[in-house]
């Protein structure tokens, strides 16, 4: 089966990376995980975002993007990309999401969300679980060590302005007493956990997002805040950039101007990524979202009668780069 889904060197137990020969044997389905790092600054009216790819096996799929409605988008990590043995192709949870509107009365507000939050994890919930469901080996996390995660950024309702979750999807086992090595997996109700805003008084900085949560490697703001050679050269280079540091230094990162804050980000990434592939992109509450640096994955087109008939304004992430 696969049953590991880090190298030793993270410390990490989780599943589904090696495989195994009981795991063609039995037929059993099959994920493909997404590992990496995303950087997140919340701009000037814009919210700058780059995801850089960390495979976890041989198998691994890059962090993706995707629409989740009109507000917001998603960073996958994780089990993102499931095969089904009687299936051709995988079935990847950032294509043929459920399109949300206005806040289904079913989902109740609760503790750590919003209803409309709520609204969102529950279909991803709804579109996990039956895959789930069909995971039969044990499989070994540490407390609190999700499944999948969403990395979900974008704009609350309301005018409530720009926000950035952590959507975690933990799982549950337990044994069938008639059955050797035969177990039930149960997929919970996601956890939300806000990373912006901040609370009142902290600081308004970068923002970073590992999966597995210790995946190594010094974080942007940690480079900025030792004064790393890299990031001393941009700051050097244009006086926009050092104000745009400047000002992360300063816990005022959402003051920032989003053209120069873009700049900046584009420049540094390769400062971290070395030669892992990353993407970057921006959000504004009124334009939408572009991208700056895209994918190179091929595009996997969504061909569904929804889809067809999807309203001109429906949310995208087809936009071109940036020149």
């Known amino acids: 089966m696969k049953a590991a889904f880090a190298s030793a060197s993270l410390g990490l137990v989780a599943i589904l990376a090696a495989a195994l020969p009981m795991r063609a044997q039995e037929d059993e389905i099959v994920a493909n995980l997404a590992?990496?790092?995303t950087i997140i600054q919340v701009a000037n009216d814009a919210i700058l975002f780059?995801?850089?790819d960390h495979p976890l096996e041989a198998k691994s799929v890059p962090p993706r993007v995707a629409a989740i409605d009109a507000r917001h988008i998603g960073i996958f990590y994780g089990a993102s990309e499931w095969q089904v043995p009687s299936q051709p192709q995988p079935i990847r949870l950032d294509l043929n999401i459920p399109r949300l509107g206005a806040t289904?009365?079913?989902?109740?507000n609760s503790q750590d969300a919003d209803q409309d939050l709520e609204q969102i994890g529950i279909a991803f919930l709804e579109k996990l679980r039956p895959l789930v469901s069909q995971l039969h080996h044990k499989i070994d996390l540490r407390p609190d060590e999700p499944l999948f995660q969403i990395v979900l950024i974008g704009y609350a309702p309301q005018d409530y302005g720009p926000e950035v979750w952590m959507i975690d999807y933990d799982v549950e086992q337990e044994?069938?007493?008639?059955?050797k090595d035969f177990w039930q997996t149960h997929l919970l109700r996601p956890r939300f956990t806000q990373l912006y805003p901040p609370e009142k008084h902290q600081a308004k900085t970068l923002i970073e997002v590992r999966f597995p949560a210790d995946l190594p490697g010094?974080?942007?703001l940690g480079l900025i805040q030792q004064s790393d050679p890299g990031i001393a050269r941009l700051r050097s280079s244009d006086v926009h950039l050092n104000k745009v540091v400047e000002q992360i230094q300063r816990g005022e990162a959402q003051k920032?101007?989003?053209t120069a804050s873009t700049e900046f980000l584009r420049d540094a990434l390769p400062l971290i990524a070395g030669d892992a592939p990353f993407i970057m992109g921006i959000i504004g509450e009124r334009s939408g979202f572009?991208?700056?640096v895209p994918p190179t994955e091929p595009r996997v087109k969504e061909e569904t009668a929804q889809d067809k008939n999807?309203?001109?304004?429906?949310?995208t992430l087809m936009r071109k780069p940036k020149p």
């Open 35 to 37: 590992g990496g790092r």
């Open 50 to 52: 780059a995801a850089i």
């Open 104 to 108: 289904d009365p079913r989902f109740y």
């Open 175 to 179: 044994t069938i007493p008639t059955e």
């Open 218 to 220: 010094i974080p942007l």
């Open 256 to 258: 920032a101007d989003p």
């Open 290 to 292: 572009e991208w700056i």
């Open 310 to 315: 999807r309203p001109p304004d429906a949310p």
